[in-house]
């Protein structure tokens, strides 16, 4: 993939993500207002913490998602972009399309998730 495509894929996901982040804090700003305007006892007070452990994780999966974009941007400015992070061996263009943020080549995450 040549570099003024790999910085376009970059920053599209980059916009991506961190709207989807804006999104998450309106939604939390959102849900902490109606909880203090809510009266009486709630009836399964397991709900709230629920809904806040999966809110904890999207907010997690987005933060990676965010430090996955900042590393394969640091590596397109050190040249090492389209590379394994192992291996250093060239990523396909197709892989690179799919997750611009891929670090590894197909065989090498398939090793990962085995172990």
Not at 46 to 54: D, F, G, I, K
Not at 64 to 72: N, P, S
Not at 88 to 106: I, K, Q, S
């Amino acid at each position: 993939m040549d570099e003024q495509r790999a910085r376009a894929q970059l920053q599209a996901e980059r916009a991506r993500v961190e709207e989807l982040l804006k999104l998450r804090l309106a939604a939390e700003e959102e849900a902490k207002e109606a909880a203090a305007s809510e009266t009486g006892d709630r009836s399964d007070r397991a709900e709230p913490l629920t809904a806040e452990e999966v809110e904890d994780a999207v907010a997690a999966g987005l933060g990676e998602r965010l430090a996955a974009i900042e590393r394969a941007e640091k590596r397109l400015e050190q040249g090492t972009y389209g590379r394994s992070i192992l291996s250093g061996l060239p990523t396909p263009d197709e892989r690179l399309e799919a997750d611009p943020t891929a670090e590894l080549t197909v065989e090498e995450a398939e090793r990962e998730r085995v172990r």
